[in-house]
């Protein structure tokens, strides 16, 4: 399975996928670590400090409150998300490998600049391998990851309501994430939620640009992928996850 997705990854190049080929292991982890890029998952428990400070920065780069390009100084970052520094330089240390940021000797660290190129590239990606992920999540899945999955949007029409986008973010990272470890083969998993933090970055900004009738349409695809993981319909959650993916940048003209 390794060898087939590398060969996939190496269809596109950008160095996190590369990165992503490089870190992944064969050991299985449950869906509260579905996106640790180390070897060990505990290494990125959630209760850990440095995995806090990497969600932080990681919701704060997608919804451009970090912008692209902007520098990161460290100290700064220590101070901004109370943390210590030897957390923020893991954090990161691993949002690099994942393309989200960019380290240069002597020049410092910086936001990643939005590359559409690399965006594109993570939708065609995804195209390939997030469709067969639904559909292995509708065969494998366990009761805990249909509860999981059903249940990520509950709040969603609050959150449209209230234009709380840091909301809808977290609550469709948590859906996708969800999904990807209920195919019970935490190596894809991993390539999913590494696509799906390069993807993001493009989805919200087109989410900030729909209007509350067009979100609370998408928060009904992705409940639909959920329905029909929950009815283990395959084939109908195939169909539904590759909807959801939706059309990369180019589709808008840009």
């Not at 992503?20 to 998952?41: N, T």
């Not at 469709?131 to 969603?156: E, M, T, V, Y």
């Amino acid at each position: 399975m390794r060898g087939v997705l590398c060969d996939i990854i190496a269809l596109v190049e950008p160095p996190y996928f590369r990165g992503a080929c490089i870190l992944m292991s064969d050991v299985s982890a449950p869906p509260e670590f579905a996106d640790a890029a180390a070897g060990d998952p505990a290494e990125w428990a959630p209760h850990l400090l440095k995995s806090k400070v990497y969600e932080q920065l990681l919701l704060d780069i997608i919804l451009g409150e970090l912008a692209p390009s902007a520098a990161l100084e460290e100290k700064r970052l220590v101070l901004r998300y109370q943390a210590g520094l030897a957390g923020v330089r893991e954090a990161l240390g691993r949002l690099a490998l994942e393309g989200l940021v960019v380290r240069r000797a002597r020049l410092g660290t910086i936001v990643a600049p939005l590359d559409l190129r690399e965006i594109e590239q993570a939708f065609e990606v995804r195209h390939m391998i997030e469709g067969r992920s639904a559909w292995l999540a509708a065969k494998n899945a366990k009761p805990a990851d249909i509860a999981q999955i059903l249940h990520a949007f509950d709040d969603a029409e609050m959150a449209i309501a209230s234009g709380d986008f840091r909301a809808l973010l977290a609550m469709d990272r948590q859906f996708h994430r969800s999904v990807a470890y209920a195919t019970q083969n935490p190596m894809l998993a991993r390539y999913i939620v590494t696509l799906q933090n390069i993807a993001t970055r493009f989805w919200i900004y087109a989410m900030e640009k729909e209007s509350p009738d067009e979100q609370r349409a998408d928060v009904a695809n992705h409940r639909e992928v959920a329905e029909a993981i929950a009815a283990r319909d395959p084939e109908r959650a195939e169909r539904a996850m590759s909807k959801l993916v939706g059309e990369p940048p180019s589709a808008y003209g840009r």
